[in-house]
C-alpha cells in the first residue's frame, strides 16, 4: 500500500465516475480538425494560439482531460490526453502542439503539494500554465521558507495564454527540481523568431530575485520516482511512474498527428494534381499509390506504438509496481523512433508533393516546417535515447539521467 511521505495525510476526493469518456473527447477533438485547419495560417501569423482556439479548447474541455478532478478535471488520464493531441494536430502543429501541453501542465500540477494545487485554481478550474524547459542562465539562493531564483528560460510554449510558468531547474548531475511561478513574476520576452511551430509561441520568460516557497517545489527525486503528492492523492496511474518515461509522448503524439496531417492534405491534393511530363493523373502514378501506402503504414505503426506503451504505463501504475529500467529505455527509445519515423513519412510526401508545395500559403509545407521544427526537442531526438537503450539491453549503466 502507499504511504505518502512528505506530504501528509491529506487526501483530495478524487472518486465517482469520469465526466466523459475517452471516445467523447476524441469526438470533440475531430470535430475542430477542419477549424484548426482553417486558422492555421493565422496561427502562423500570429505566432501563437488564437484567442478563438483557446476559446474553443476550453469549451471543448480540452485542457481538463487529466485535470486532478477535484478541480474541475474530467477525470480521464494522460492517455487520452495524447490521442487527442494527435486528433488536434492534424488540423495545425501548433494548435496540436498546445493541445498536449495545456492538459499535461495541468495534469502536472497534481505533483505538487494540495497548498501549491489550490493556489493555482484558486480564482479558476480554466487556469492555464507553460513550461520553460531550458535555461540560458539560473541562479538560485537559500531563503527562508524556499528559494530565490533569477534566470532566464527559452522555449515556454503557449506562455502568452499562461498563467503561471513552471521551471525546470537543473542541478548539476542531480537532475533537476520544478518550480511554479505567477504570471505577476516573471516577464516574456518574445524571442520566437523560427522556422516552423511559430504558432506555439514559445518564447522566453526572464525571472528576477523571485521568491519561489518551498510548497511551490517538487524535487526531483520525487518526479524521476514517481513519488510526488499525485500519487496519494489521485487515481490517474501515470503519477506512479517516473515522468520521463512517458513525457516525451508529449511531444511525440501531437507529431505523429502532423505526419498524419501531411499524409491527410497530399491524399486530398494529389487527387487534382496533373503531371506535366506523362499527362498522367497522380492518382494514377504507382509511384504516387506507393508513397501514399508507406507514409501512411508509417504514421499508424507509430501511433500502435504509442498505444502500447501508454497501456503498459497504466498496467504498472494501476498496479503499482516499479516500472523497470529496461522498459523505460524501450519507451524512451520508442518515443524518439516515432518522431524520427513520422518526419522521414511526412518529407518523403512532401518531395512528390509539386512546385506549388513550396508557397508560403501551401497548408502542407507549414505542416512539413512544424514537425521538422518539433522533431529538434531534446526530449524527441534519437541519439541518446538509441544509445541508451543499447547500452541498458548489453548490462551497462545509463548515461542519462532522464530515464
Not at 4 to 20: L, N, V, W, Y
Not at 23 to 50: H, Q, T
Not at 280 to 287: G, P, T, V
Not at 296 to 309: Q, Y
Request: proline share 4%; charged share 20%.
Amino acid at each position: 500500500m502507499d504511504t505518502p511521505a512528505g506530504h501528509g495525510s491529506q487526501r483530495i476526493r478524487s472518486d465517482g465516475e469520469p465526466r466523459a469518456t475517452p471516445r467523447e473527447m476524441m469526438d470533440r477533438a475531430s470535430k475542430l480538425v477542419p477549424i484548426l485547419r482553417e486558422r492555421s495560417a493565422e496561427c502562423e501569423d500570429l505566432r501563437r494560439v488564437p484567442e478563438s482556439t483557446v476559446s474553443a479548447f476550453r469549451a471543448a474541455e480540452i485542457h481538463r482531460i487529466a485535470q486532478p478532478p477535484a478541480y474541475g478535471g474530467l477525470g480521464l488520464d494522460m492517455d487520452t490526453v495524447y490521442e487527442v493531441a494527435a486528433e488536434l494536430a492534424r488540423g495545425c502543429g501548433s494548435s496540436g502542439w498546445m493541445g498536449s501541453f495545456w492538459p499535461l501542465h495541468n495534469w502536472m500540477i497534481g505533483m505538487w503539494p494540495v497548498k501549491a494545487q489550490q493556489e493555482y485554481w484558486a480564482d479558476s478550474h480554466d487556469v492555464l500554465s507553460s513550461t520553460a524547459s531550458a535555461a540560458v542562465n539560473c541562479t538560485v539562493e537559500s531563503a527562508s521558507g524556499g528559494v530565490r531564483i533569477s534566470g532566464r528560460w527559452n522555449f515556454a510554449s503557449g506562455i502568452d495564454h499562461a498563467q503561471w510558468v513552471q521551471l525546470i531547474v537543473m542541478k548539476g548531475e542531480a537532475g533537476a527540481d520544478l518550480m511554479m511561478v505567477p504570471k505577476a513574476d516573471y516577464r516574456i520576452d518574445d524571442n520566437w523568431l523560427v522556422a516552423g511551430l511559430r504558432g506555439s509561441g514559445s518564447k522566453a520568460v526572464v525571472l528576477d530575485n523571485v521568491f519561489v516557497p518551498d510548497y511551490r517545489i517538487v524535487p526531483g527525486s520525487q518526479f524521476m520516482t514517481g513519488t510526488t503528492a499525485g500519487r496519494y492523492l489521485y487515481r490517474s496511474t501515470f503519477y506512479r511512474v517516473p515522468l520521463f518515461s512517458f513525457l516525451g509522448y508529449s511531444l511525440a503524439a501531437p507529431i505523429i498527428g502532423m505526419g498524419q496531417g501531411v499524409v491527410d492534405l497530399f491524399e486530398q491534393q494529389m487527387r487534382g494534381r496533373v503531371d506535366v511530363q506523362t499527362g498522367m493523373r497522380a492518382i494514377d502514378q504507382s509511384s504516387m499509390q506507393i508513397r501514399l501506402a508507406e507514409a501512411s503504414a508509417e504514421i499508424d505503426a507509430v501511433r500502435l506504438l504509442m498505444l502500447r506503451d501508454l497501456r503498459d504505463i497504466r498496467e504498472y501504475g494501476a498496479a503499482k509496481e516499479e516500472l523497470p529500467l529496461a522498459a523505460r529505455a524501450r519507451m524512451r527509445r520508442d518515443i524518439a523512433f516515432a518522431v524520427r519515423t513520422c518526419v522521414r513519412a511526412a518529407n518523403q510526401l512532401y518531395e512528390a508533393a509539386g512546385a506549388h508545395a513550396i508557397y508560403d500559403g501551401s497548408a502542407i509545407q507549414r505542416m512539413v516546417r512544424d514537425i521538422n521544427a518539433a522533431s529538434h526537442s531534446i526530449a524527441v531526438t534519437w541519439d541518446v535515447p538509441a544509445e541508451n537503450y543499447g547500452r541498458i539491453r548489453w548490462g551497462l549503466p545509463p548515461n542519462t539521467w532522464q530515464l
